[in-house]
């Protein structure tokens, strides 16, 4: 849920919620996949599915429907891979009369980017992290990200479309088109501790390429600065590429900012103004300096 402020008063903008089932084995269940017999202590088979929503107050609904199935293990005391080799979403667009008119419908970009699609593919993220107690003073954290979009499930619809005798597809049937993408992410951070202060520097890049019949990401696929996980210091989705402020009058009613890239940096430091009760209740600062550079 997020609340702003606008002309003095507070007023909800957006609605968010989901709901995420996992069952969890805890070896490989197939027999085409291993690891090390070193790590198949850490070995382990998720299948998930979930239901998610964003809403934007009197703009759009956002639904998702989402499974997945893969794997996850440790590949050392620091080193931890998330395989997920079928991945499928529905993603539903609701949108209102005024938006789709006065904003959507204005640029091909954004029509296409709130188009209903299918999203369903791979993916495979790499974590490294070392904040443990041999790393008090200074530890760091790595994640690397790779999707795709599109492969599997293009070749699913040229199968229906061949058994159908050319009568129908996977599209055709459903009138929901197959996204097609590929998207790379790197999260680096580290960590300079000292009693009751830390200096944290932070650098995020990523890319999103469409290929095949797409030529833009899903929006919800799509990069934005802002917010609690990226530049807390601003709202989510409101912080664009440098000093640049978008003054057009569709900004005015849509004011988000997205991208098909993303050049993030920032340096943090973080200290406690107030402690209380042995750090139960802890009142902390932070200032401050970033660089967001983004486009579509």
């Known amino acids: 849920m997020e609340v702003v402020r606008n002309n003095g008063q507070f007023a909800l903008q957006t609605r968010e919620y989901g709901i995420e089932g996992n069952f969890t084995f805890p070896r490989f269940i197939t027999p085409f996949f291993t690891v090390r017999p070193s790590n198949r202590s850490t070995a382990k088979t998720r299948v998930s599915a979930g239901f998610s929503s964003i809403s934007r107050v009197e703009k759009f609904v956002i639904s998702t429907l989402s499974s997945s199935f893969g794997y996850d293990w440790n590949e050392s005391i620091y080193k931890r891979w998330l395989v997920r080799p079928i991945t499928l979403n529905y993603v539903g667009t609701e949108l209102t009369k005024v938006f789709r008119d006065s904003v959507v419908n204005l640029s091909p970009y954004l029509v296409r980017s709130f188009e209903p699609a299918f999203i369903g593919g791979e993916s495979f993220t790499f974590l490294y992290t070392n904040n443990d107690a041999l790393h008090t003073r200074r530890n760091s954290f790595l994640r690397v ?37 590929v998207k790379l992410d790197a999260d680096y951070r580290i960590y300079w501790n000292r009693p009751r202060a830390s200096t944290v520097a932070r650098a995020y890049v990523g890319v999103g390429l469409p290929y095949g019949k797409s030529d833009v990401l899903p ?52 200290f406690d103004i107030l402690r209380l009760f042995g750090g139960t209740i802890n009142l902390k600062g932070a200032t401050f300096r970033i660089w967001v550079i983004s486009g579509c």
């Open 145 to 181: 990200n790779f999707e795709e979009s599109g492969l599997w499930l293009k070749g699913l619809n040229s199968l229906i479309y061949e058994v159908s005798s050319k009568r129908t597809s996977l599209e055709k049937g459903t009138n929901v088109k197959i996204s097609q993408f």
């Open 219 to 270: 929006y919800i696929r799509q990069y934005t600065s802002g917010g609690p996980n990226s530049i807390r210091a601003w709202r989510l989705r409101t912080l664009g590429p440098g000093s640049y402020v978008d003054t057009s009058a569709t900004a005015a009613i849509f004011p988000d900012q997205t991208g098909d890239m993303k050049l993030e940096a920032n340096l943090e430091y973080r």
